[in-house]
């Protein structure tokens, strides 16, 4: 057994005296963190690496002493500083990392998001989620959970017609035409933003390819109200909570709304690339029909 796991069985054993301790069972602990329960059990018995913010709100559902929160979130800290966090992440599963990003959404109450290659995963349809989840299970050896992930990545999307929060999504005109489904998918995936740029709570915004940009489009960010940035990377989820970090990624995101089109203009560029990909269904047809 590695070290790391080790460490990671030594995590989920204090964790579970805690629980008992304070006379809670594991169904009782997800409802106070409005968690699943599955995830208490994968956390407890060393199927899933807690988190900083994990630790944190089990400790105080528990009752445990500032200083044994301490103790515990250094023990996760130190943790996810030695894993390989996304090859390590994905061996627990395509769902169970969809079910930890529902976590989190459920304590946050503005969303601002910046993602520069696929379509927000909150945005997807079920057919482009699958296409999706088909390239991630192939890059990282991911167990065969598609349907499982796409089921939770659906759930997760009832959150859109929470009242009480806000979101703001910017994407660049590109992603609209990537190939990353077939083009009957990418319609219907396109056919999906235009339903969600009527969403009250919801500003959608699109980055023409005539807009002039502030910066490179060099990676993707999600900025969950002011406490902390998610900014994935091909190896690692990087979770940065320093205030300067957080600063210097919502000067990005205005920058970013400054050239995005919103609203009926957002909207505008959608059918635009709707009627594109019209055209190349058809000339596909003509050239079945030769």
Known sequence: MSGFQQARIELGAQLRHLRETAGLSGKDL???LRWQASKISRIENARQTATEDDVTVWAQAVGASPEVTGELVDQANGLLERQDSW??????GLAALQE???????????FRV???GVVIGLLQTTEYARSIFT????????PDEIDAAIKVRMQRQEILYDQRKRFRFILPEAVLRYRLAPLDVMRGQLDRLLAVTALPNVEFGVVPFEAPLPSALLNGFWIYDRDHVAVPTRTRDLILRDPEDIAFYERAFDEFCEIAAFRQDARAVIVRVLNDLAEQSSDQLSQLLD
Do not use: C, G
Request: charged share 45%; proline share 3%; hydrophobic share 25%.
């Open 30 to 32: 997800a409802e106070r």
């Open 135 to 142: 390239r991630i299970k192939r890059l990282y050896n991911a």
């Open 100 to 110: 930890d990003i529902r976590d989190m959404e459920a304590r946050t109450t503005t």
């Open 114 to 116: 910046f993602e520069p």
């Open 87 to 92: 090859r390590q992440r994905h061996r627990s």
